[in-house]
């Protein structure tokens, strides 16, 4: 079996490129390196690709028997609103359609950041008022992606993901998750950054779990669109509470003002009964387990 892993050199697409491997894939990886780091892909023996979604020769990947669609800008902050929806909804709009035409099973990465700022536990049928360019890219993405199941019975699944977190996602800088961040500032001495006053909630999902759901898509009955998320919300205060007992810490945090209002999404946490339905999923890990893997998994504690 032959899998295209587009975006394979960043943090999900990398742990997702590196676990088909190991279950005995072939695997090839797309990636222009705008985002994704090689180390990463340390231990990774397969084809690497260094070309861009919007320009690769796709009948390259015509033999392959998956596609799993990683690559976007995931950077919330940017504001180059054509450069974002070129990336995501073109560089989208192109695999989507290869995929169809050769019958090979689509699976790509959503997000919760097509539900904007509603009102949590987030439903499927609840996206639609995204809060950023990111997130509407992501929404047309899933708009798209719905017009093409109606007219193809090639498989199609859509994986809203919420807040990830885990090992390989220390190259993405300031948009690592707050687990990263808070774990590096505190394994330096550091007291813990948190926005005012720390009770923003996001549903915490550790990459395993992400990387589960990846291989559940593909022996997915029907199409969809579903959440991958952990089911729970947890607040930044938990998070350093958390941390602090994993790292044998005892920090306070130092309450910062949150430069990103009118952007930001204060409470995520995904409704997984459609996921559970249609895919079979069930989060693996609890958060206080994941976040002691991770730590573990860099050396952070024995």
């Known amino acids: 079996m032959k899998a295209l892993v587009t975006g394979g050199a960043g943090f999900i697409g990398s742990n997702l490129a590196l676990t088909l491997q190991e279950k005995g894939w ?4 797309l990636d222009d390196f705008s985002s994704g780091d090689y180390r990463n892909l340390l231990g990774f023996y397969g084809d690497v690709v260094a070309e861009s979604v919007l320009d690769v020769d796709l009948n390259r990947f015509a033999d392959c028997d998956a596609i799993f669609h990683q690559a976007a800008i995931t950077d919330t902050t940017v504001r180059d609103q054509k450069l974002m929806m070129q990336v995501n909804m073109e560089g989208f709009r192109r695999f989507i359609d290869f995929a169809v035409r050769h019958r090979i099973p689509f699976i ?8 904007g700022n509603i009102s949590g536990p987030q439903r ?6 995204p809060a950023n360019i990111y997130g509407f890219s992501k929404w047309i993405n899933d708009c798209v992606a719905r017009q093409y199941m ?9 994986l809203r993901y919420f807040n990830v977190f885990g090992p390989r996602e220390q ?6 998750s707050m687990v990263w961040q808070l774990a590096i500032q505190m394994k330096s001495g550091q007291r813990p950054r948190i926005f005012k006053w720390g009770e923003q909630k996001r549903d915490q999902v550790y990459v395993k779990d992400v990387v589960y759901a990846n291989l559940l898509a593909l022996r997915a009955k029907q199409s969809c669109i579903v959440n991958v998320g952990s089911g729970k919300a947890t607040t930044f205060n938990r998070i350093v509470e ?3 007992q994993v790292l044998g810490t005892n920090y ?19 409704d997984l009964t459609l996921a559970q339905k249609m895919l079979g999923y069930k989060p693996q890990w609890t958060f206080e387990d994941a976040v002691a893997d991770y730590m573990k998994s860099v050396g952070f504690i024995k």
């Open 108 to 115: 790509y990465a959503s997000s919760a950041g097509t539900y």
């Open 124 to 129: 499927e049928d609840m996206a639609g008022t």
């Open 242 to 244: 958390v941390l602090n």
């Open 252 to 270: 306070e945090p130092e309450y910062i003002d949150n430069p990103y209002i009118g952007h930001y999404q204060d409470y995520t946490q995904a």
């Open 150 to 158: 109606k007219i193809s019975s090639s498989l199609i699944v859509g």
């Open 26 to 29: 072939e695997v090839v990886i």
């Open 171 to 176: 190259y993405k800088g300031k948009m690592a």
